[in-house]
T-cell receptor
Framework: EAQVTQNPRYLITVTGKKLTVTCSQNMNHEYMSWYRQDPGLGLRQIYYSMNVEVTDKGDVPEGYKVSRKEKRNFPLILESPSPNQTSLYFC????????????????FGEGSRLTVL | SQKIEQNSEALNIQEGKTATLTCNYTNYSPAYLQWYRQDPGRGPVFLLLIRENEKEKRKERLKVTFDTTLKQSLFHITASQPADSATYLCAPESGTYKYIFGTGTRLKVLA
């Protein structure tokens, strides 16, 4: 079954304690990205990756890091979480831009709800 | 800055009627526009994509229009059913891989 898997699904942590949210896809997609969703603000892109070792900032990258060492995995790292990073996080993947720039539909994971105290 | 506006208020309609959701965008020119459905606590699910050179796209009971002059897309669900109740997100995309989503419109179909 084609899917994007995120872990953990729920996490409560404390300010400053480093954490990693993993994301893995089994569709051989080149494009992967992270979003956070907050009430009234919608989905906002944090980082995206066009392929292995190729990453770039989205609209709200501050406080986050990513890496893309393997095609299937795209972890989101919070080096020193703060309460304003409490949010619902989604990972998504897609076939990358083909000729003409079409990026394809996004396949989303089920989300990771993070609370930073 | 780029901005996307969707009806922030919930839309309630009677079963069997056509639901029409609006997506307006400003300060950019998307080459594509995608629509997604999101159920509470779940990830968005892709529904339809329309290109800038397409005026209309259909898929079963869904229809999307894309007016680049008005900078607007309309999303229609005909013969709506209670199972169509969800939040619908639009995502204009300019081919730069930086997706921007609207905040979504919550649709409730009343039986």
């Amino acid at each position: 079954e084609a899917q994007v898997t995120q872990n953990p699904r729920y996490l409560i942590t404390v300010t400053g304690k480093k954490l990693t949210v993993t994301c893995s896809q089994n569709m051989n997609h080149e494009y992967m990205s992270w979003y956070r969703q907050d009430p009234g603000l919608g989905l906002r892109q944090i980082y995206y990756s066009m392929n292995v070792e190729v990453t770039d900032k989205g609209d709200v990258p501050e406080g986050y890091k990513v890496s893309r060492k393997e095609k299937r995995n795209f972890p989101l790292i919070l080096e020193s979480p703060s309460p304003n990073q409490t949010s619902l996080y989604f990972c998504a993947s897609s076939t990358s831009g083909l000729a003409g720039g079409y990026t394809g539909e996004l396949f989303f994971g089920e989300g990771s709800r993070l609370t930073v105290l | 800055s780029q901005k996307i506006e969707q009806n922030s208020e919930a839309l309630n309609i009677q079963e069997g009627k056509t639901a029409t959701l609006t997506c307006n965008y400003t300060n950019y020119s998307p080459a594509y526009l995608q629509w997604y459905r999101q159920d509470p606590g779940r990830g968005p699910v892709f529904l339809l994509l329309i290109r800038e050179n397409e005026k209309e796209k259909r898929k079963e009971r869904l229809k999307v229009t894309f007016d680049t002059t008005l900078k607007q897309s309309l999303f229609h669900i005909t013969a709506s059913q209670p199972a169509d109740s969800a939040t619908y997100l639009c995502a204009p995309e300019s081919g730069t891989y930086k997706y921007i989503f609207g905040t979504g419109t919550r649709l409730k179909v009343l039986a």
